[in-house]
């Protein structure tokens, strides 16, 4: 028998109606002869209650303990699917993550990573005819203890049982029915793809696509494992996520993303001598302070600088920094603009096509958008504009490189 495995989409468990209808669209899979694991995602079924008791004991409860408790959203709702499986007559186990050998590192930087998963748990309750639901996103680290995924760890903990029992795909459930040219509440005529590639999927998700995370298609594209996205609600065909596909008759671009809420830091120096990019940049490094676009400007008898993009949630962090370190880092002045967005376009093709970015330019041009920063790689450009001319930004370019042509 095929082994699949499916991760589910919170919605999928936001009421007792959305619940016996997710069992009935595992039983149908079952049906079909197919082995069945459903990755439950965290929910936020019990965190109201939970935490306001938890407030009341401590003003500062041990991580430890928040973790286990935060695991356990996930565990109740594993066990409220089983149970409408089992109402409908058909075998069904729900399995907490240690339960099936996921294990983990020890929890840095907000998260843990998974190590290992234990598939024969898995094939065992196969054998059995059971449908297995198992609560994503948590693991244990080497001392036993629980330990939480972060943010795309339930997607993540799909995509390591795929490979941990051979699984065929693993399908991704999600508020749209596929990944799209564009989001389709904001671009125009945005369109599903029937397939994309894991390479395009990673920069769209990096861009601003919430559809899938991209620890997830990093380790699908370390496994080759494909992913099909599909609507968490409809029963219609997906898109699938693979290693290679064939090109749509030469399209270039493959999809718009973007981002809001970027700001623009410029560092400016009294000469090249002070200014140093490892410096700077290491500083920032070590006091968490993520940064995506880096832009140095040197001219003769023009004062040099260093500008570079962030997220807004880094800002007071990163002006921080910068004012704690001035003199270290030997900089005459810094400052920072608001108010931006970062607009993104992605496609394989770009890599043989030359002249992709200059036809963005001169069409943000024609629009009278202007252009702050640019970032490129092979398969990606993106710039940085006024976030009020955003979602112009991303309409136009969905225009510009024909995205929404039907093609056969």
Known sequence: MINIVVKLDEKN???????????????????????????????????????????SLSDSPAEKELDVIHSTNALVASSLLSIAIQKRGFRSQSLA?????????????????IEDVNGDVIIERFKKGEIVIVAGGQGVDEENNITLLGEGGADTTAVAIGKSIGAERVEIYAELDGVYTGDPNVVQHARKLKDITYDEMLELSYLGSKIVHPRAVELAKKFEMP???????????????????????????????????????????????????????????????????????????????????????????AVKVLEDHKEELGFQFADFEVGLAKVSIVGSGMVSNPGVAAKMFARLCKENIPVKMVSTSEIKVSVVVPQDDMIRAANALHDEFGLAEELA
């Open 13 to 55: 468990l936001s009421s007792p109606e959305q619940i016996g209808e997710t069992a009935k669209r595992l039983i149908e899979e079952k049906k079909f002869g197919r082995n069945v694991v459903a990755v439950v995602p965290p929910t936020s079924l019990l965190n109201g209650s939970v935490e306001k008791i938890v407030h």
């Open 227 to 317: 992913l099909v996205v599909r609507s968490s609600t409809k029963n219609v065909r997906g898109t699938v996520i693979k290693g290679e596909i064939e090109m749509e008759k030469n399209l270039i671009v493959r999809g718009v993303a973007y981002e809001t809420d970027i700001i623009r830091f410029t560092v400016g120096y009294e000469t090249l001598e002070k200014s140093s990019l490892a410096n700077l940049f290491n500083t920032l490094a070590k006091h968490h302070v993520n940064v995506d676009i880096i832009v140095q400007s040197v001219m003769e008898e023009v004062k040099p600088t260093i500008s570079f993009s962030i997220a807004k949630e880094d800002l007071a962090n």
């Open 97 to 113: 993550g240690w339960q099936v050998g996921i294990k983990t590192t020890r929890k840095t930087s907000g998260y843990a990573r």
